[in-house]
């Protein structure tokens, strides 16, 4: 049925070819071959082994691609709100007329209220031409465009940032070199199945893995040493290994003396974390600290890899600076086989060249909502972008807004909500569900059928519990539908990608939305995504279309390294890190020059907060699986097979303890309301600790306030996003923090 659908409308194409792609499903992006029959229609999808990282690897969302693209729930046409909002009445409209009132009402609005009162937000990596939202925000003047960057990757950038001066710090794993892998809190198997293989290929030559993770993952499975700390924990843990190696002097003393700031500082703060004291906050035993930070600081080069644990809120920025120090201090930095501390490929433009954040002016820039508190988004974003262009080849704005300088939701949605400390009067918003996405999801449907909120306009796939919600939705073109160039200036490869067909129906691209819409803002936007793909490629002498056909169809990620070791063309002197002391800041001067500490710690607060008298259990929130990308998927008959129901992992023991068994119903209650998942039995996981995830049934009811089980099987819909309780600085939030009971429940209501 869903064949026949596309096939009706497809057609421009006749000869049976095979187009090169990328797939999108997730941010690993394998290579993917993809065969059409002679209408166009894609038939056939299988790994591309010529690509340089996945080399024919396909997961299953991967196999499944052709499906996804298929899928008869697929939105076509552009809808307006017909009923009340939330109710599910609809009519189709044009996209001239869908276009022509949005950007009428959002001028009007930026005429009586500021371009601040219009606010932006996009979820993660879903194509590459995601993100250009914030150029058309920066033109527009509004400085609230954010999204998943302060939880997602955005705590590890910022530590980075703070530290290096730029970053990622990524691992680099040489099999044969590497001689540690420290994953932590980082399940690749799932995540990103390339750099697994890559890993296993490590360990087989002899490197030792070592794993910090709640749960029995497989990755644990394969460790040589496995560290299982409670849930939010990691910062007085990763505090725990810097005292083990400073005591034990198994720090770099050449690396350290010369090109670090704040170390008699940092180990008197380490000092503060014996192993008995963090093995009491960590559950973690001292023989088992002692043990990894032995071998990360001994056995070089050792790489390290941090993923999750973004959701801390207070200690997000605690733990990843303090996993900044340990690459630091043991001299692993720019090692081979160590971790690289990559910059932007020299003159090659990026999606945060696409940002084009210098159009913002000044005087918007410090309305950011959030940034008076959270004082890293603007202030210190200013201050780590003028010490960064110093040695990054002068770029204004070397830094993402998405990870560096958003706006801050939990402040973005009570200021829909109450009106302060400004009202913000429309909300649009790509690739990005925000019901089970941000944290406290009632506060997040509060603000969106608030009636201060005049204009709300989703661009997505599917009519999803945030799209019912919307005045308009419109409906984006998938990555089959678009071309690929991927240029983060993030230390990875620059990678090219083949449209494999035209949107169908009237689906438009991201940023064909940006530009449409931009447009009629009045701003410049290049009628092909290409052409502003040429202008980043200029520099390297080549254009999209010339090197998407080239047999090397991608740019090798920047070579440099030691960049802290070559003379400044001016002076002659080395040119430092770009930080404002030139140094590896492991005291963050713009932490101290912000109020804030300097140095990493373990914030008491959050777990202060928690009621575990009531609510004993540490309730995890989900973590990547394989068939399913976040709170996508849940459509796709192949992937849902095995998955059909939403699914909460326990320990037999403490299964046997409620009188529960494997797939029975249980009740999960928290502090703020109660979610119903099937039971998984994970032996090993712990009688402290179960671990739910984010759901809803596409096939469900999705009025509001219904919107498709959302709200009794989504455990998004009741973590915490209290701004007292976000990181201090950055504004990170501690949807990874909370407690919950169980019990046996015989079905869901309804
Ligand atoms: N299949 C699939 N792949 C994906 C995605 C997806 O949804 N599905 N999403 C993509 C995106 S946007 C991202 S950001 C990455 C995320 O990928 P990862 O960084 O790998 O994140 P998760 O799988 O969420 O969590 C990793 C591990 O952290 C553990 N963990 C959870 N809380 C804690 C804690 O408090 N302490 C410690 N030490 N460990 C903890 C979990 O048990 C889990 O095994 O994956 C990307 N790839
Ligand atoms: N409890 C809990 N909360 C989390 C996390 C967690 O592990 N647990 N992880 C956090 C992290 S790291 C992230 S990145 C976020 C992810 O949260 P989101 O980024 O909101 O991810 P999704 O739920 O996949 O929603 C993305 C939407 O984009 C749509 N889409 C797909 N492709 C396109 C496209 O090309 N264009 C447009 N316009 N739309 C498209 C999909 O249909 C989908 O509805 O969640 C965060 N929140
Ligand atoms: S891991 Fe799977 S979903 Fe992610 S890019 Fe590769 S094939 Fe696609
Ligand atoms: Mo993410």
Redesign the pocket.
Known sequence: MANSKARAVSGRESALRTKRAICC????RCGVLVDLDAGGEPVAIRGDPGHPISQGFL?P?GRAAIEYFQHPARLDYPLKRAGARGEGRWQRVSWDEALDDIAARLLAIRAEAGAEAVAYLC???HGADGNFGYRLMHHFGSPNSSG?GPI??GPRLMADALTFGYGPTAPEIVPGTTRVVLL?????S????PGWSRILAAQRAGARLIV????P?T??RYADLW?R??????AA?ALGLLHVLLAEELWDRAFVERWTHGFDALRARAAEYPPEQVAALTGVPPDQILRAARWYAALAPAALA???????GRNALNFERALCCLIALTGNLDRPGGNRLAGPHPGVGNKTTGEDYAALPPAQRAKRLGAERFRLLHEGFERLSAAAARVWHGIAYPYSVQFWAAAHPPTLFRAIRTGQPYPVRALWVQHNNLLGCYSNSQEVYAALVSPNLELFVVHDLWLTPTAMLADYVLPAASWLEKPFLWSTGRGDPVLTGEQVTMPRHERRSDYELCRDLGRRLGQQWPERVEEVWDQWLAGAETTFDALVRAPQWWLPAPSERRRHEQPDPGTGAPLGFGTPTGKVELASTVLAELGYDPLPAHDPALDAALDRARYPLWL???????????Q?HRQIASLRRRHPDPQVEIDPRLAAAHGIAEGDWVRIETPRGTIYQRARLVPDLGTDVV?AERWWYPEREGRAPTLYGFWESNVSAYTEDDPALCDPAYGAWPF??AVCRIARADAPPG
Not at 184 to 188: F, K, S, T
Request: hydrophobic share 35%; net charge neutral; with cysteine.
């Open positions: 499903h997730c941010s690993a997961c969302r979820g993660t990596f998943i997602c990757a932590w809190a980082y399940h690749p799932a995540s990103g199945p910090v993770d709640p749960r993952t990755e644990a560290l700390p409670r849930p939010g924990s990691d843990l941090s993923g999750a644990p973004n959701g801390l995890m929130v989900g973590g990547t699986r394989i068939d399913a990308l976040h996508d671990n990874r923090v």
